[in-house]
């Protein structure tokens, strides 16, 4: 289904840790149509801030039409988002881009910083057995949802939490294994994982973080380069706004 733009109001809005929030809005029709992997956008009110601020869905409850975003504070944008308070309204369009490709394989979920959030949702749809792999710079989020849907193994760069290192130490540390590896986190982060999947013959799907404009896949400004000619621009590049943001590991290079 396409994307809608609505007013949406604010049911709640905590700190999680430093520069990082749980914003909880009333979506209706996007809640409804939304899937793990997928964004939305969220619109300033303040007329200089043109663009929309995409971010990815945490949680999302269809029944009361509800979704959760968990994001950090980066810029104006965001900044401004991080000061809405329950009742408060904020214009949002969504779902967009293509989410996760849910399977019954033994799954390794694997997210790093900001990338942590989209995995919560994706563990709720999965049914399957599933181990959940977590990559913190120092403080921690989102940990007693996630010890809720699944296995959870962490790495910390301060080694405070878990194991020192990055999350390929925590897999090998404590010997996950799985099927298939579904996997969000900053590019570098994506590569490596992409390479051990290649490495280990094991199916990947990964959803990449890149800064957008439209959202929509119109201006072109959040490429990467893909493995096989895309159809809509007749070169190797992908739209990750639109094509993804999540794919298959064999469809792009990173």
């Known amino acids: 289904m396409s994307a ?20 909880v809005l009333e979506a209706g029709a ?9 964004f939305v956008s969220l619109y300033s009110k303040d007329g200089s801030n043109l663009l929309p601020r995409p971010i990815s869905l945490c949680e999302i409850n269809k029944d009361i039409g ?34 996760f490709d849910v399977k019954t394989k033994r799954a390794i979920l694997i997210g790093g910083g900001i990338g942590i ?23 921690t989020f989102l940990l007693n949802e996630m010890n809720k849907v699944g296995e959870v193994y962490i790495a910390s760069e301060d080694g405070k939490t878990g194991v020192k290192g990055t999350v390929l130490d925590a897999i090998r540390e404590y010997d996950v294994r799985g099927d298939i590896i579904y996997t969000c986190g900053p590019t570098p982060m ?3 994982i992409r390479e051990y999947a290649f490495d280990n013959y094991m199916e990947a799907q990964l959803s990449l973080e890149e800064k957008m404009a439209c959202g929509i896949g119109a201006c072109l400004a959040c490429v990467c ?17 639109k094509d993804g943001p999540v794919f298959d590991a064999g469809e792009v290079e990173l």
């Open 4 to 23: 809608t733009k609505i007013t949406a109001r604010v049911v709640s809005q905590d700190c999680l840790a430093t520069d990082i929030y749980s914003l």
């Open 30 to 38: 996007i809640a409804v149509n939304a899937k793990a992997g997928q």
């Open 66 to 99: 509800t979704i959760r975003l968990v994001y950090r504070v980066v810029g104006r944008g965001t900044d401004e988002f991080s000061k809405l308070r329950a009742g408060d309204t904020i214009d949002v369009m969504g779902p967009l881009g293509n989410g």
């Open 117 to 139: 959030p989209p995995m919560l949702e994706l563990a709720k749809e999965l049914k399957c057995e599933k181990s959940i792999v977590l990559g913190f710079r120092d403080e």
């Open 190 to 192: 994506l590569r490596a």
């Open 225 to 241: 380069k893909s493995t096989k000619v895309d159809n809509h621009s007749h070169v190797m590049n992908k739209r990750i706004c």
